[in-house]
């Protein structure tokens, strides 16, 4: 069955930089779309960034400019290169794919020091 695991998250200082990625496995199929969303403490998930299979991507407003997401098909791994961070960056950052099938990753938590 499909599992996503990601992996890269942790603690840094304000202005610092993180790299996550999250690899998909249990399919030979490639996932139409891939994406990072984020849940703080006390808010509702929301949608950070989104890569299609061809390479469009989307951003949430807070972090355009700061944050690149990017896929490679071929293993099925999505990455989001996170710049910039501030505290308001805080929360578990899980990975998203789909493909017949909404699938999510367990989450990584993202700690911004100020």
């Known amino acids: 069955h499909v599992q996503l695991v990601e992996s890269g998250g942790g603690l840094v200082q304000a202005g610092g930089s993180l790299r996550l990625s999250c690899a998909g496995s249990?399919?030979?199929?490639?996932?139409?779309?891939m994406a990072w969303y984020r849940q703080a403490a006390g808010k509702q998930r929301e949608l950070v960034a989104s890569i299609i299979s061809g390479g469009s991507t989307t951003y949430a407003d807070s972090v355009k400019g700061r944050f690149t997401i990017s896929r490679d098909n071929a293993k099925n791994t999505v990455y989001l290169q996170m710049n910039s961070l501030t505290p308001e960056d805080k929360a578990v950052y899980y990975c998203?794919?789909?493909?017949?099938?909404?699938?999510w990753g367990q989450g990584t938590q993202v700690t911004v020091s100020s």
């Open positions: 249990g399919t030979m199929f490639r996932f139409t779309r």
């Open positions: 998203n794919a789909q493909r017949k099938g909404d699938y």
